[in-house]
């Protein structure tokens, strides 16, 4: 659980402000939601606290992605309901993606929570708690999400000072078979490229080093923009090429690229600035040209396998994560071993694995031929035992080499060591590096010689 309201600074009159506490799940879109939420409400008079017990008020911002995640979110806003019954929290807030997939029916099924929110009407978050206070007798508020924030978005950093997640749209133009984003979310809608860049300096500007640009598909960033004004100059490449013109940002780290839309000429600008962090996140879900299909993902394997040799052509060091749906429907065995063949040969550096979720409303929910579960769970532990073995032997090269590193604080594990990451690692997604001799500050660059490694993590020491 983050502590969204640790890095800001908040009036010396405490007593009197009623207390907030957010509790965000699922992904860093979601994050940035509520972090914005936490910002708009301090303007409002709100305190943002670390803590659930004492809140005046506790907001629960719901991931509805995937069956695993639905479930969490409704377990955790029966956790919080259940403490309005010690007295410990006054009101619960269920807001998010749930909220807006699920709408009236999330709201009669769940009484014990007092307001619902949807993805299209967070942003209004301070108005619609003064009305309850002062009671109005809404419970529920959804409006379509075409909500795009400003730089001037009021918004709290929920990470470590030093970095930053910058969301530069909102929605999806794919329709994956799989994916039921656009039904929450709706369609893509881009921030101008001027926008992005003046909150990347804002932030950059209250020391953030590393910039981590998510959005559901980067490389669809501007295509809305561009359909309605032919003059218009946002683009995957014009966007990479002003950020990395930001001064005092040290990385700049891209998620979520769908294949088909890394050019050659995107690879040439990261290949050649030092800004932009070589590491490739494109989820490629399967190998499989029917499965592929099936999935209505736009690519064939010889087109991503010619992604893949033209990445690596250029840039040797890159490092690739993708992540791969296991048990879709009418998945065979021998379309399952082509997947895992496929892995082996192309040797990732991180791997991800999701056994597919039916859900209502896709395309992929109403396919026959839907997988069992006991057969989803051994090829997801198939895959995923490979990947150790491949992860364990890449990370055994790094012993005795130096890399850069930057520190993150104390290791989650103990007090004794420091943690950090190299720019190969993207926070809360990949491994670590522990630091066992040194000392730095949180948010130093330092250069670390690796002297032992793990199947994710790497341990070494500070050498200068």
Known sequence: MKNIGANSNVSSNLSQKKKVHFISLGCPKNLVDSEIMAGTLMNDGYEVVGEADGADTVIVNTCGFIEDSKKESIQKILEVSALKEDGKVKRVVVAGCLTQRYKDDLASGLPEADLFIGSGEFQNIGKILKGHDKGEKGRTFFNLPTYLQEETTPRVNSQPKHRAYLKISEGCLKRCAFCAIPLIRGNLQSRTLRNVVNEAKLLVAGGVKELIVISHDFTDYGWDLRRKDKA?????????????????????????????????????????????????????????????????????????????????????????????????????????????????????????????????NTPGGKMEQQVDQETKQRRHDELMALQQEISKEKHAQFVGKIVEVIVEGFSEETELLLQGRTSQQAPEIDGVVLINDGQANIGDLVKVRVTESMEYDLIGEIVG
């Open 232 to 360: 218009a100059i946002e683009s995957p490449v014009e966007l990479l090429r002003a950020l990395s013109q930001v001064e005092g940002a040290e990385w700049i780290r891209l998620l979520y690229l769908y294949p088909d839309g890394i050019t050659p000429e995107m690879i040439e600008l990261i290949k050649n600035s030092k800004k932009l962090v070589k590491y490739f996140d494109m989820p490629l879900q399967h190998i499989s040209n029917q499965v592929l299909k099936n999935m209505n993902r736009k690519m064939t394997r010889k087109e991503v396998e010619e992604v893949l040799i033209n990445l690596r052509r250029e840039i040797p060091e890159a490092v690739i994560r993708t992540q791969f749906i296991v048990g879709f429907p009418g998945e065979t065995e021998i379309q399952f071993q082509e997947l895992l063949q496929f892995v082996k040969e192309q040797r990732f550096d991180r791997v991800g694995c999701f056994m597919y979720s039916p859900e209502e």
